[in-house]
């Protein structure tokens, strides 16, 4: 009751859901299809907002959009030019894009215009949703863009000229670390490997290599009280330090985990200045309010809610840990069990919505965090110190860096420790919202009983481990009880997965033509979000690509030690000719040891 704050944000949470579930007022409805031209192309004009690098291709986000559309009038007068506004676009241009227009600039741009898809298997990444927490709506493969007229945005391009140097700099300084001390910095993931992503997900790290609110709330206070050490008064300091997390913001990409933490950070400045106390949970009520006035969709989102949630842990079960586990007498131990007991919370809060959103769980992950979370300050420092000298003396820079290089090869070490260990990774599948429903209400029920009953804090303890080991098995229970056939969309391909009532798993080909990284994003997820974590047999018809390709993907994922996945049996087709990529899949599942091959000439 002394929270009027939290109890506004919950009633505004639960409007915006109901208004959605009900259809009274939907936040994720995607626009209907535009109309194209008889070409079957499309003009719009647009400013440029920002720049998006991945590994194969560079978007161009437009903002202010509008399209170009031809009315018939007449035989005599022919087509009249329309334009009407449309929600904000990305462009992906089939050639090389400059990179030099600045943001702000005028352009238009001719191409095929389609509104973003949703996923096509359950378990697949969903792109409009990402989309639509950026605003945009629609995509564009480009064939041409040309600059309608010149105007800039000076302090949003000046941000992004700065975080391009800073990022060649980390390159030339630090070639072998670039990758992450980019992500960790300035938020730049298109020189990160697919590899590194996996083996930090694997150690539970991949929140490092994101501009989170850990990072903010850090450099916030580090810089908040260097300032005070230069004997500046609190008022002065507490703006400038809010300013400059402001423009750090910018500079790193505006994503919401850290529109998230510089709304509390400048509501924890505030109550500096004006001498009243901070309330973490109030501060992140307000926050959550007023990032989803401005776009609700956010309500969905795993970065919104993961990052909201782990607030939540130490806002809420942190305290009542605490009351729950004794902590040891002595700095040292002290400081180390309050450690172990955050690590906790966070894990046990965040854990519904990891398997939701990942479909797997990082057994080790507490562990991991504990001798890496205490070293995130310092990486930071010397990534950011290295960073900025590097654009002017790159010797100077090596130097600076080469704590932040050390680090960052003892977090890969790590990691790559952790994934050799039995278990490291559990896949435990998509649960259901009723399944975790009753894994909070387990986790309550769990703190509620402690406080009931009088016992001593060992009792205390077991009961809630009791309540919290039910909550997680009723979370991760799945069951099937017929046969299920699902046969997935790969593009110009074939892959079906068959699910026995016994709990067995075949896979019947697996490869397309005309999707990249078929096995990685569209067959692997779909395992992993029905709780899949062996194959029993993968049978494969022929050796054409686009029946293989796919299942050759997740046998390289194995064989690196990039998934948990399990694949026991390779059914091979029994030619008395092989054909060309029979013998490649065959010996690529022998040398992934996991596999046992099945000879192809034992017919059945």
């Given at each position: 009751?002394?929270?009027?704050?939290?109890?506004?944000?919950?009633?505004?949470?639960?409007?915006?859901?109901?208004?959605?579930?009900?259809?009274?007022?939907?936040?994720?409805?995607?626009?209907?299809?535009?109309?194209?031209?008889?070409?079957?192309?499309?003009?719009?004009y647009g400013r440029i907002y920002q720049y998006n690098y991945s590994e194969n291709s560079t978007g161009i986000w437009l903002k202010d959009v509008y399209l170009e559309s031809h009315i018939r009038k007449n035989s005599i007068n022919g087509k009249e030019k329309k334009i009407r506004p449309i929600p904000q676009t990305i462009v992906y241009l089939q050639e090389e894009c400059d990179s030099a227009l600045p943001l702000g600039t005028w352009v238009q741009?001719?191409?095929?215009?389609?509104?973003?898809?949703?996923?096509?298997?359950?378990?697949?990444?969903?792109?409009?949703?990402?989309?639509?927490?950026?605003?945009?709506?629609?995509?564009?493969?480009?064939?041409?863009?040309?600059?309608?007229?010149?105007?800039?945005?000076?302090?949003?391009?000046?941000?992004?000229?700065?975080?391009?140097?800073?990022?060649?700099?980390?390159?030339?300084?630090?070639?072998?670390?670039?990758?992450?001390?980019?992500?960790?910095?300035?938020?730049?993931?298109?020189?990160?490997?697919?590899?590194?992503?996996?083996?930090?997900?694997?150690?539970?790290?991949?929140?490092?290599?994101?501009?989170?609110?850990?990072?903010?709330?850090?450099?916030?206070?580090?810089?908040?009280?260097?300032?005070?050490?230069?004997?500046?008064?609190?008022?002065?300091?507490?703006?400038?330090?809010?300013?400059?997390?402001?423009?750090?913001?910018?500079?790193?990409?505006?994503?919401?985990?850290?529109?998230?933490?510089?709304?509390?950070?400048?509501?924890?400045?505030?109550?500096?200045?004006?001498?009243?106390?901070?309330?973490?949970?109030?501060?992140?009520?307000?926050?959550?309010?007023?990032?989803?006035?401005?776009?609700?969709?956010?309500?969905?989102?795993?970065?919104?809610?993961?990052?909201?949630?782990?607030?939540?842990?130490?806002?809420?079960?942190?305290?009542?840990?605490?009351?729950?586990?004794?902590?040891?007498?002595?700095?040292?131990?002290?400081?180390?069990?309050?450690?172990?007991?955050?690590?906790?919370?966070?894990?046990?809060?965040?854990?519904?919505?990891?398997?939701?959103?990942?479909?797997?769980?990082?057994?080790?992950?507490?562990?991991?965090?504990?001798?890496?979370?205490?070293?995130?300050?310092?990486?930071?420092?010397?990534?950011?110190?290295?960073?900025?000298?590097?654009?002017?003396?790159?010797?100077?820079?090596?130097?600076?860096?080469?704590?932040?290089?050390?680090?960052?090869?003892?977090?890969?070490?790590?990691?790559?420790?952790?994934?050799?260990?039995?278990?490291?990774?559990?896949?435990?599948?998509?649960?259901?919202?009723?399944?975790?429903?009753?894994?909070?209400?387990?986790?309550?029920?769990?703190?509620?009983?402690?406080?009931?009953?009088?016992?001593?804090?060992?009792?205390?303890?077991?009961?809630?481990?009791?309540?919290?080991?039910?909550?997680?098995?009723?979370?991760?229970?799945?069951?099937?009880?017929?046969?299920?056939?699902?046969?997935?969309?790969?593009?110009?391909?074939?892959?079906?997965?068959?699910?026995?009532?016994?709990?067995?798993?075949?896979?019947?080909?697996?490869?397309?033509?005309?999707?990249?990284?078929?096995?990685?994003?569209?067959?692997?997820?779909?395992?992993?979000?029905?709780?899949?974590?062996?194959?029993?047999?993968?049978?494969?018809?022929?050796?054409?690509?686009?029946?293989?390709?796919?299942?050759?993907?997740?046998?390289?994922?194995?064989?690196?030690?990039?998934?948990?996945?399990?694949?026991?049996?390779?059914?091979?087709?029994?030619?008395?000719?092989?054909?060309?990529?029979?013998?490649?899949?065959?010996?690529?599942?022998?040398?992934?040891?996991?596999?046992?091959?099945?000879?192809?000439?034992?017919?059945?």
């Amino acid at each position: 009751m002394k929270r009027p704050m939290c109890w506004l944000c919950l009633l505004f949470l639960a409007g915006i859901w109901l208004g959605d579930l009900t259809g009274i007022m939907p936040v994720r409805e995607n626009p209907s299809v535009l109309p194209q031209e008889e070409n079957g192309q499309a003009v719009i004009y647009g400013r440029i907002y920002q720049y998006n690098y991945s590994e194969n291709s560079t978007g161009i986000w437009l903002k202010d959009v509008y399209l170009e559309s031809h009315i018939r009038k007449n035989s005599i007068n022919g087509k009249e030019k329309k334009i009407r506004p449309i929600p904000q676009t990305i462009v992906y241009l089939q050639e090389e894009c400059d990179s030099a227009l600045p943001l702000g600039t005028w352009v238009q741009a001719q191409g095929k215009l389609t509104a973003i898809a949703g996923p096509r298997n359950p378990g697949e990444f969903d792109s409009r949703l990402y989309f639509q927490t950026k605003k945009i709506y629609f995509r564009m493969s480009g064939r041409k863009m040309s600059v309608y007229k010149r105007q800039t945005w000076r302090l949003r391009e000046g941000m992004r000229r700065i975080r391009e140097k800073m990022t060649h700099s980390l390159e030339r300084a630090a070639p072998g670390q670039a990758g992450i001390l980019c992500a960790m910095v300035t938020g730049e993931k298109s020189l990160l490997e697919q590899e590194e992503k996996n083996r930090l997900a694997a150690g539970s790290l991949s929140h490092m290599i994101s501009i989170s609110g850990m990072h903010l709330g850090l450099l916030g206070m580090l810089f908040f009280w260097l300032l005070q050490k230069m004997r500046l008064s609190i008022r002065p300091a507490s703006v400038l330090a809010v300013g400059v997390m402001l423009l750090y913001g910018m500079l790193t990409g505006e994503n919401v985990a850290t529109m998230r933490a510089l709304g509390m950070f400048g509501l924890a400045m505030v109550a500096k200045a004006a001498g009243r106390s901070y309330d973490l949970l109030s501060a992140l009520s307000l926050s959550v309010i007023l990032i989803l006035l401005d776009n609700p969709v956010y309500l969905y989102y795993s970065g919104f809610l993961l990052s909201c949630g782990c607030i939540c842990a130490v806002g809420l079960v942190l305290p009542q840990l605490g009351e729950i586990f004794p902590i040891p007498k002595g700095k040292f131990w002290k400081n180390f069990s309050q450690a172990c007991q955050m690590g906790i919370a966070v894990q046990i809060t965040t854990l519904p919505l990891v398997a939701w959103f990942y479909y797997e769980i990082p057994l080790y992950g507490i562990l991991v965090n504990l001798l890496a979370a205490p070293t995130l300050a310092i990486t930071l420092a010397s990534g950011i110190l290295g960073a900025v000298v590097g654009m002017w003396q790159v010797a100077l820079a090596r130097i600076l860096l080469l704590p932040g290089c050390l680090l960052v090869d003892f977090y890969q070490f790590l990691c790559e420790t952790v994934k050799k260990l039995p278990h490291a990774v559990l896949i435990v599948g998509q649960p259901e919202k009723w399944q975790m429903a009753l894994y909070y209400g387990a986790l309550a029920a769990g703190f509620f009983a402690v406080k009931r009953i009088k016992s001593g804090r060992m009792a205390g303890a077991a009961l809630f481990l009791a309540f919290w080991f039910t909550g997680t098995v009723l979370m991760c229970w799945r069951g099937h009880e017929s046969l299920e056939i699902t046969c997935l969309d790969v593009g110009q391909g074939d892959g079906a997965v068959i699910q026995s009532p016994q709990g067995e798993c075949y896979l019947v080909d697996g490869g397309s033509s005309s999707q990249s990284k078929v096995g990685q994003y569209r067959i692997l997820p779909f395992l992993k979000s029905q709780g899949i974590s062996q194959i029993d047999v993968a049978f494969i018809s022929h050796a054409d690509a686009d029946h293989v390709n796919g299942i050759e993907e997740i046998l390289k994922l194995i064989q690196t030690g990039q998934t948990s996945m399990k694949i026991r049996c390779l059914a091979l087709p029994g030619l008395e000719e092989k054909e060309e990529g029979q013998e490649k899949i065959a010996t690529l599942a022998e040398c992934s040891c996991m596999v046992k091959k099945q000879a192809a000439e034992n017919k059945r």
